[in-house]
């Protein structure tokens, strides 16, 4: 009957072990600190310990990587992001992994339509839907159709940039006026529908008349 009873009692234990275990496998959390000794490491906040009234914070644990392979794609998640602490052996360490969460109230899904894909960071927002390219940086943006590419913007290319089917430039706040400043070169003929003011010397080149 001993036999028995410690058995059932072993059992016991067992079952209550493998259930903290299973409860370990996946707990949810916020992002309290960044950084960690390879500064890709975030330590979560798992609550409150009902004894001292303290946050329970995870170690520093690895973040979960959009693709590892050939493919490289990371961010390291923000203060106050909803993760979860994910340990597949039910035990906390090495082989845990932070993953990412769901939108919350104290960080709100982006505003978006229907099969919309939007990125946002700051004041900088990207959107693709369909055949359509919409940036957004402050009071910048740049929109790319299968009509073209349209830039609201104070643009400055560093380098050449090249235009295959044409080039329309709109003075600031819609005026006719717009400023190129440096040297332009056209491989082409180039067409006004009005007229052609230089403050400076025309010069002819090539043996192409100026007039």
Do not use: C
């Not at 059932?8 to 259930?19: D, G, S, T």
């Not at 995870?58 to 994910?86: C, H």
């Not at 643009?155 to 709109?170: C, D, H, N, W, Y």
């Amino acid at each position: 009957m001993s036999t028995i009873g410690s058995e059932l009692r072993w059992l016991r234990r067992e079952v209550a072990r493998l259930n903290r275990k299973l409860a370990m496998q996946r707990l949810p959390g916020k992002v309290k600190e960044r950084g960690g000794p390879d500064g890709r490491q975030v330590r979560l906040d798992l609550g409150e310990d009902p004894a001292t009234g303290k946050a329970v914070l995870s170690g520093w644990v690895r973040v979960q990587s959009l693709s590892a392979g050939a493919f490289k794609g990371f961010v390291l998640p923000s203060i106050g992001e909803q993760m979860y602490l994910e340990s597949p052996s039910g035990v906390i360490g090495a082989d845990s992994v932070a993953t990412f969460g769901t939108f919350d109230d104290d960080n709100k899904h982006p505003v978006q339509d229907q099969d919309e894909l939007v990125i946002e960071n700051g004041k900088t927002r990207v959107a693709v839907k369909g055949d359509h390219v919409h940036v957004v940086s402050d009071e910048h943006s740049m929109t790319l159709t299968p009509n073209g590419l349209t830039v609201d913007a104070d643009s400055k290319f560093a380098m050449p940039v090249e235009f295959r089917k044409g080039i329309r430039l709109t003075g600031t706040g819609g005026g006719r006026g717009a400023t190129i400043e440096g040297d332009i070169r056209v491989a082409g003929n180039i067409y006004a529908t009005e007229n052609i003011v230089a403050q400076g010397a025309i010069h002819e080149h090539g043996g192409v008349p100026t007039s």
